[in-house]
């Protein structure tokens, strides 16, 4: 008895496959070519993030905010708010394609605070989509990097436009004199806290205490205004207090006049005394000040308007070395305090699928569904043709005819079964 035939060699899986080996290439082509293109262009552009890891050497709080030199405390991620990303943007034109607003929107941007043994560090993700270059995109995040630099220098860049300012809106010389102490004594403690200023800057500071108490000596001898209008300001603040006087005196009159004789011992009894006391001490006081800024007059011969002149330029003076002080400190504030250190590059990619990736992928997946449709359909067309062999062979049998490609194809059937007897 004929041995009948079981399970499919590789030869027969090889020759079904070979047969279809057009298929096959064009399906591989299209596969290997769309499937590159879609995880670059696609898929990929969907998982790209950028990412970047900085610290930056500003002070931090047991509870991780942020503490600004300028006493502020803010939360790290305050760095990417919608209002810090928009200021960001609007800053530079080259950010204008940056869709924040979708960015915050849809959580395609995120900042984790990170401590370790080395420190803290920050790090920054955010999708790719969003920057029309790496360029662009590392831009971006470094200015969300700088977030606390730009803070502190504005709040620092301030402080000498502001020296000025204030001093010039001091009534008189010596409450412009008393402000500028006050500005060298702060100066004085930041340069402590601060690191980075040197020691001729520190004892510039002490040096310029040294004048200002000086100055104050000269003041409290031989006063001048150096100005018309601060004369005006002295007048108007004579009247108010003359009238506040004015008032105080006739409370306290009023009072006095509440006092009643005691029928029997002669003595005194006061009522309302407490009050009495405090309005005897409003007028003493105020009678005081008025006196003082009495004493305050316009020079009038060439002695003192020579003295009031040189007493204007060393206070002028001394606000210029305050201002100078103050960038000193606004220079070294934004260089050391809120400097901005990177852990590597500025950016770098993640998930991103490169052409050879994308195309290697695309290959291998390629060829498993060029091999699979081959054999199927190769499969389908040899069934097809044994099909219709066995049908020629069933009408050879009805009709006593051979047709000649049945002739041919059972004498190869015949050869092969005798071989496979054999």
């Known amino acids: 008895m004929d041995e009948e035939r079981s399970g499919v060699t590789f030869g027969e899986i090889f020759r079904t496959i070979w047969s279809q080996k057009w298929l096959a290439l064009i399906v591989l082509l299209v596969i290997t ?53 928009n ?34 560090t920050y790090t920054v993700r955010v999708k790719a989509d969003y920057f029309r270059s790496a360029d662009v995109a590392s831009a971006f995040i470094h200015e969300i990097a700088c977030t606390g630099s ?12 502001d020296t000025g300012v204030s001093f010039n809106e001091k009534l008189g010389n010596e409450q412009k004199l008393e402000f500028l102490k006050s500005q060298l004594i702060a100066i004085e403690a930041r340069f402590k806290n601060l690191g980075g200023i040197s020691d001729a800057a520190k004892q510039k500071v002490s040096n310029l205490l040294l004048t200002a108490t000086a100055l104050a000596g000269e003041l409290h001898t031989a006063y001048y205004e150096p100005s018309a209008e601060a004369l005006d300001n002295y007048v108007n603040l004579i009247k108010g207090l003359e009238s506040e006087l004015e008032l105080a ?23 309302n005394s407490a009050e009495i ?15 003082v800024y009495k004493q305050y007059h316009a020079p009038t011969g060439a002695e003192e308007i020579a003295a009031s002149n040189a007493f204007t330029v060393k ?33 770098v990619q993640e998930g991103d699928f490169g052409f050879i990736k994308s195309g290697l992928l695309s290959l291998v997946v390629g060829l498993i569904v060029a091999l699979l449709a081959a054999y199927i359909v190769g499969y389908i067309v040899n069934n097809r043709k044994k099909a219709s062999v066995n049908a020629d062979k069933a009408d050879v049998a009805s009709d006593g005819e051979i047709p000649s490609a049945v002739q041919e194809n059972g004498a190869s059937e015949s050869t092969e079964n005798v071989e496979e007897k054999k």
């Open 277 to 291: 006391v405090r309005y005897a001490e409003m007028v003493a006081k105020l009678e005081q000040q008025i006196d």
């Open 87 to 120: 200021s960001i943007k609007e800053a530079n034109e080259d950010f204008a394609s940056v869709n924040v607003d979708a960015m915050r929107k849809n959580g395609d941007i995120s900042i984790s605070q990170n401590k370790g043994d080395s420190g803290v």
């Open 315 to 347: 206070l002028e003076k001394l606000l210029a070395d305050v201002q100078a002080l103050t960038a000193v400190d606004e220079c070294h504030y934004y260089k050391n305090t809120s400097l901005v250190s990177y852990e590597g590059a500025h950016v």
């Open 249 to 271: 005196k006739s409370v306290l009159n009023n009072l006095k006049g509440l006092n009643v004789n005691a029928p029997d011992s002669g003595t005194t009894v006061i009522l």
């Open 150 to 161: 730009r803070e502190i220098y504005k709040w620092v860049r301030g402080l000498a436009a």
């Open 33 to 85: 070519l769309a499937g590159t293109l879609g995880l670059k262009y696609g898929y990929s552009s969907l998982k790209t993030e950028y990412v970047s890891t900085f610290s930056v050497n500003i002070n931090l709080g047991e509870d991780g905010m942020l503490e600004y030199p300028d006493n502020t405390r803010h939360n790290f991620r305050d760095m990417i708010s919608l209002e810090n990303l």
